[in-house]
C-alpha cells in the first residue's frame, strides 16, 4: 500500500525513516485522543501511538504505546486499516519521517498503572472535531480514511 506523505523536511536536516503506528481507538462512538504538552508545538492533539520497538510488530507497538500514554489495554485489529507517513521533529529535536501504520480498535480496560508518558492526557472526542483538531497531517488524514470506512461499511469499524 502506497502511504501519503505529508509535511516537508525542516531546510538542511536529515529525516531518516522511522516505522510507527498508531491507533484508533473507538469507545461510545468518540475516538481516544492525546493531548500533549510539548516544548515543541505547545498543546497539541495526536493519535495514541509511536515508534515501534525491535522485536514489535506494528500492532503490538501500537497497542504498547496505548497503555503508555493513554493507560488503556486495546484489542486492534490484526492488520493497519491504512499508512500515512509524516515529517516530524520530537521535543528532544530529532527529525524524521515517521513511516505510520494506522490500526481500529476499541477498549480492553482501563490499565491506569501502564501509563508511564506524564505529558500525555487522554480525551475521547467525536471523529468528525478529532479531524480538525489534531495537529499531524497524517493523523487526521487517517481518521477521515477510518470514518468514510465505516460509514460506508460499519461491520468494518
Avoid at 527529525?95 to 492526557?121: M, Q
Wanted: charged residues 30%; hydrophobic residues 40%; negative net charge.
Amino acid at each position: 500500500m502506497r502511504a501519503p506523505q505529508f509535511g516537508e523536511p525542516e531546510n538542511g536536516r536529515d529525516a531518516p525513516d522511522r516505522p510507527t503506528a498508531f491507533a484508533i481507538v473507538v469507545r461510545d462512538g468518540l475516538i481516544a485522543v492525546m493531548r500533549v504538552d510539548s516544548r515543541r508545538r505547545g498543546c497539541v492533539y495526536d493519535l495514541p501511538g509511536g515508534g515501534i520497538d525491535p522485536g514489535e510488530t506494528p500492532a503490538q507497538g501500537a497497542a504498547r504505546e496505548c497503555g503508555e500514554e493513554a493507560g488503556l489495554e486495546v484489542v486492534l485489529d490484526p492488520e493497519p486499516f491504512t499508512c500515512a507517513d509524516q515529517f516530524f521533529v520530537n521535543d528532544d529535536g530529532w527529525a524524521h519521517n515517521s513511516r505510520g501504520r494506522f490500526f481500529a480498535g476499541t477498549v480492553a480496560a482501563e490499565r491506569p498503572d501502564l501509563k508511564v508518558e506524564d505529558d500525555h492526557t487522554l480525551e475521547w472526542m467525536d471523529p468528525r472535531g478529532a479531524i480538525l483538531a489534531l495537529d499531524r497531517e497524517a493523523h487526521a488524514w487517517a481518521v477521515a480514511v477510518w470514518l468514510r470506512r465505516l460509514e460506508r461499511n460499519p461491520a468494518k469499524g
